[in-house]
């Protein structure tokens, strides 16, 4: 049985940072493409950034545009986890932020939530002004 499970989230003045960290169980996702989504009060879950696998243990990054330059998503596959590095932080992007995991890793960056078959089950962060 497929797991994920998200820590790492919490209360962040403007302008700091905070690790996410998603916990993965019940199989290998050395080839998963893993993501990393987010859905603020009153609005549709939205993408923030993904891995897709090139080969081996070789991944390639894509990132919302509200994510780029601040956020680094990295995976450690010897512990089967996905990390959200987030720096910069600003009040918009207070939000639960859920780990996903399609086992379809290669090929095109996997951006819409209906593409993922596995979701944690959030951890949230907020940022104070």
């Known amino acids: 049985q497929v797991q994920l499970v998200e820590s790492g989230g919490g209360l962040v003045q403007a302008g700091g940072s905070l690790r996410l960290s998603c916990a993965a169980s019940g199989r290998t996702f050395t080839t998963y493409a893993m993501g990393w989504f987010r859905q603020a009060p009153g609005k549709e879950r939205e993408f923030v950034a993904t891995?897709?696998?090139?080969?081996?243990?070789?991944?390639?990054?894509y990132y919302a545009d509200p994510a780029k330059g601040r956020f680094t998503i990295s995976r450690d596959n010897a512990k089967n986890a996905v990390y959200l590095q987030m720096s910069t932080l600003k009040p918009e992007d207070t939000a639960v932020y859920y780990c996903?995991?399609?086992?379809?890793?290669?090929?095109?960056?996997?951006?819409?939530?209906?593409?993922?078959?596995?979701w944690g089950q959030g951890t949230q962060v907020t940022v104070s002004s």
């Open positions: 891995t897709k696998w090139i080969g081996g243990s070789t991944y390639d990054a």
């Open positions: 996903a995991a399609a086992p379809r890793g290669a090929g095109i960056f996997l951006v819409a939530d209906s593409q993922y078959d596995y």
